[in-house]
């Protein structure tokens, strides 16, 4: 726990250091701005190609070709996925949370884009569409679709609960998820497994201690959060065993409810659309 006090006294000029005006670190304008419009152009007279019911505690693995897009929809009643992407061709290639966060923000929503792993930083995928992007930030700086928590796991389970086991977690669901789409061994699979965005969970940090705090999420049935693939992808979702998030993680009484994910094909892709390459470093690091 923190302290409830400081063990050392506030300089003279305290207040004007805390005064001094923040800087973005990484400023968005130069960031290449994905074309909304063409993207809904090409929904129009699209085909539903696939879908996965995501079963509640559990996770399910799906395939999303480049050019076309995916929605993960609320079906039954209020319920977050934890949401893992890779390339469908290289599992080291994958979504890079810590980076997309620098680059949009603690919540994402429509136009933000979820940006690949080193060395490959590219984008990945973009969201089209947010039912929930009313919601904005409320009263307590709580927002939807964040991408500051990681996930629940059994290893913080079992620390927190001084050696309990709990295998229905989003982490394990993932890995067995991947273990089973790709015929992996469960410790192969989990190697794989990264921080997620996670989808409808309403989170933030609290003004006083800076901890993260989950809330209720607002989504209903209904809702989506729709993605265009910029590359060809693996996605793995898991059906948070924490429900709704209102109350706690790794739960077993918490009521929780399937997801839904669903593929479409456009006729065409979005006009002047091209799978964006990786990234032009040149991995010379200085020598």
């Not at 924490?242 to 706690?248: F, I, K």
């Not at 077993?252 to 990234?279: I, M, Q």
Request: hydrophobic share 35%.
């Amino acid at each position: 726990m923190k302290p409830a006090y400081p063990d050392h006294s506030a300089p003279a000029d305290a207040d004007t250091r805390r005064a001094i005006a923040p800087v973005i670190c990484y400023p968005p304008e130069t960031l290449p701005i994905p074309d909304l419009a063409a993207c809904r152009d090409a929904r129009d007279g699209w085909t539903r190609v696939a879908e996965v019911l995501v079963p509640a505690r559990d996770a399910r693995c799906f395939e999303v070709p480049a050019g076309h897009f995916f929605r993960i929809r609320s079906v039954e009643g209020p319920q977050v996925g934890d949401l893992n992407l890779w390339n469908a061709v290289n599992l080291a290639e994958r979504f890079y949370s810590g980076k997309t966060r620098a680059l949009h923000g603690t919540h994402l929503s429509t136009g933000d884009r979820m940006w690949t792993s080193h060395p490959y930083l590219r984008p990945m995928a973009t969201i089209t569409d947010d039912t929930l992007d009313w919601y904005g930030f409320d009263a307590f700086g709580g927002s939807v679709h964040d991408v500051i928590g990681t996930r629940c796991d059994p290893y913080t389970h079992n620390l927190l609960s001084h050696g309990g086991q709990y295998h229905h977690c989003c982490h394990s669901n993932l890995t067995r998820a991947l273990a089973d789409a790709r015929g992996l061994s469960l410790a192969e699979a989990e190697s794989h497994v990264h921080d997620v965005l996670n989808v409808f969970m309403c989170t933030g940090f609290t003004r006083d201690t800076g901890q993260y705090f989950m809330k209720a999420s607002p989504v209903r049935p209904g809702d989506y959060l729709e993605f265009f693939a910029e590359i060809d992808l693996l996605g793995g979702l898991s059906a948070c065993p924490g429900g709704d998030c209102s109350a706690e993680h790794s739960s077993d009484t918490a009521t929780c409810h399937p997801l839904l994910v669903e593929v479409f094909r456009p006729k065409a892709p979005p006009a002047g659309w091209v799978s964006p390459p990786v990234n032009g470093y040149d991995r010379s690091h200085g020598r």
